[in-house]
């Protein structure tokens, strides 16, 4: 079902794919707009249009691999009254809105088919919906740029780790990403947290349905 190189279900993925990234993008920008930043609304990234936040790379490798990003929302933390928080909160907010959207889909999947209005179309778009958000949520949180997870890091680390871990991943981040997504290995680590999540949600459903 979850063939990334399946050509035939292009109809469902595209539509899902700019679903995923334009809202984790544009959730980037609404939170930093929120704390007074008013960058992202004149680089014109505050709106839900994927036009606006694609990035090639990070979409050709979403497309043909499961994983890849957009382009990262300029953001200028001098607005936020606490820095550190402000951070936390705007780099949380992306993988936070796909790991909301992984779940809506499962929430409607459920609705929709405990009252017979799910059709094979409805149902394959709302599972990919699911997929390229969750695991575009845990992808993100990898500690590597242009990730969130880089960001969130060098934010709680204290001053001089923070350099020097910002200083190895500008030398090696790219090309350690690679690595991992290419081996293979961004499979293990993102396969159990997004099965996980996706478990945690079905529970919670049945205890509510």
């Not at 920008?29 to 960058?39: E, K, R």
């Not at 390229?132 to 709680?156: E, Q, R």
Request: hydrophobic share 55%.
């Amino acid at each position: 079902m979850f063939d990334f190189l399946d050509l035939s279900s292009l109809i469902y993925r595209a539509p899902a794919l700019l679903i995923a990234l334009s809202m984790h993008e544009y959730a980037h920008a609404a939170v930093s707009d929120a704390m007074g930043d008013p960058t992202p609304s004149r680089m014109g990234r505050l709106t839900i249009n994927p036009m606006a936040h694609l990035d090639m790379m990070g979409t050709l490798l979403l497309v043909l691999c499961g994983f890849g990003w957009a382009k990262p929302v300029d953001i200028d933390p001098r607005y936020y009254k606490n820095y550190r928080m402000g951070m936390l909160k705007v780099s949380f907010a992306g993988p936070g809105m796909n790991l909301f959207l992984a779940f809506l889909s499962l929430l409607l999947i459920t609705i929709l088919g405990r009252i017979g209005m799910l059709g094979d179309g409805g149902f394959y778009f709302l599972q990919w919906i699911m997929m390229y958000n969750v695991w575009f949520a845990f992808f993100n949180l990898i500690p590597i740029p242009p990730l969130d997870g880089s960001k969130i890091v060098s934010t709680v680390l204290p001053g001089e780790l923070a350099w020097k871990f910002e200083n190895f991943n500008a030398r090696y981040g790219f090309v350690i990403l690679m690595l991992i997504v290419f081996s293979g290995w961004v499979n293990r680590i993102i396969g159990p947290l997004a099965q996980g999540y996706v478990n945690l949600c079905y529970a919670a459903l049945r205890v509510v349905f």
